[in-house]
T-cell receptor
Framework: QKEVEQDPGPLSVPEGAIVSLNCTYS??????FMWYRQYSRKGPELLMY????GNKEDGRFTAQVDKSSKYISLFIRDSQPSDSATYLC????????????FGKGTKLTVNP | GAVVSQHPSRVICKSGTSVKIECRSL??????MFWYRQFPKKSLMLMAT?????????EQGVEKDKFLINHASLTLSTLTVTSAHPEDSSFYIC????????????FGPGTRLTVT
C-alpha cells in the first residue's frame, strides 16, 4: 500500500460545480496536510494547509482532515475555468522542514 | 514574499554531458531545500533533502554520484546531473522550507531537462 493514495482522474466538471478531491494515507504519524495546485509545466503552489484534524476554509476552498479515517478532502465551490489544474495532496510529520509525501495528483478541468 | 526561482527553466543537452540546475530563495533564507523529479502525469518524487553546509540526504534509489547536490549558501542549492542520459529527461523542481512558516515548502517553477 502506498503511503498516500489519490485518484489521478481526470475529473471534468461544468463551471459553477462543487468539486470534491480527496486522498487517503496510511502513515498515522502525518500531522501536516497540504493541498497544492499545479498548472501545466509549472511548480506547485500551496493552496491550503491544515494541521491535525479539522476543517479550514479560504474563500471558495475548504480543506478537511479526518485523522481517524486517514482521509483528507479539498472542496472547491463555484468552480471556475481558472481552477483547471492538477491538485496534489501532500503530507508530512513535522512540517516544512521535513520531506513531503505527495499523492499522484488529480487533474481537474472546469468547462465554461 | 517567499519566492523560489530556478535556472534554467528549460535545457537541452547531449547524452554524456553534465547539466547544472540552480535553485534560489529570493527573499528568505532557507536552511533546507528539497529536489524533486516529476515524470509526465506523475506525482513529485523526492530525490534528496539538502541542508546548508552539509551533505545532502538522498532518497532510496537515487544515485548520489549521478545527481550531485550542493547547498553552498542559505539561498542557493544546485543540482548537477552528471553524464546525462535520455532517461534523465524529466521535470526537476526544487523547494525551500521557510524559517518562520515552518509548515510550508515554497516551490520553484521547475526546470525541464531534455537529454538527446
Amino acid at each position: 500500500q502506498k503511503e498516500v493514495e489519490q485518484d489521478p482522474g481526470p475529473l471534468s466538471v461544468p463551471e459553477g460545480a462543487i468539486v470534491s478531491l480527496n486522498c487517503t494515507y496510511s502513515n498515522s504519524a502525518f500531522q501536516y496536510f497540504m493541498w497544492y495546485r499545479q498548472y501545466s509545466r509549472k511548480g506547485p503552489e500551496l493552496l491550503m494547509y491544515t494541521y491535525s484534524s479539522g476543517n479550514k476554509e479560504d474563500g471558495r476552498f475548504t480543506a478537511q482532515v479526518d485523522k481517524s479515517s486517514k482521509y483528507i478532502s479539498l472542496f472547491i465551490r463555484d468552480s471556475q475555468p481558472s481552477d483547471s489544474a492538477t491538485y496534489l495532496c501532500a503530507m508530512s510529520g513535522q512540517g516544512g522542514s521535513e520531506k513531503l509525501v505527495f499523492g499522484k495528483g488529480t487533474k481537474l478541468t472546469v468547462n465554461p | 514574499g517567499a519566492v523560489v526561482s530556478q535556472h534554467p527553466s528549460r535545457v537541452i543537452c547531449k547524452s554524456g554531458t553534465s547539466v547544472k540546475i540552480e535553485c534560489r530563495s529570493l527573499d528568505f533564507q532557507a536552511t533546507t531545500m528539497f529536489w524533486y523529479r516529476q515524470f509526465p502525469k506523475k506525482s513529485l518524487m523526492l530525490m534528496a533533502t539538502s541542508n546548508e553546509g552539509s551533505k545532502a540526504t538522498y532518497e532510496q534509489g537515487v544515485e548520489k554520484d549521478k545527481f550531485l547536490i550542493n547547498h553552498a549558501s542559505l539561498t542557493l542549492s544546485t543540482l548537477t546531473v552528471t553524464s546525462a542520459h535520455p532517461e534523465d529527461s524529466s521535470f526537476y523542481i526544487c523547494s525551500a522550507s521557510h524559517p518562520t512558516n515552518s509548515y510550508e515548502q515554497y516551490f520553484g517553477p521547475g526546470t525541464r531537462l531534455t537529454v538527446t
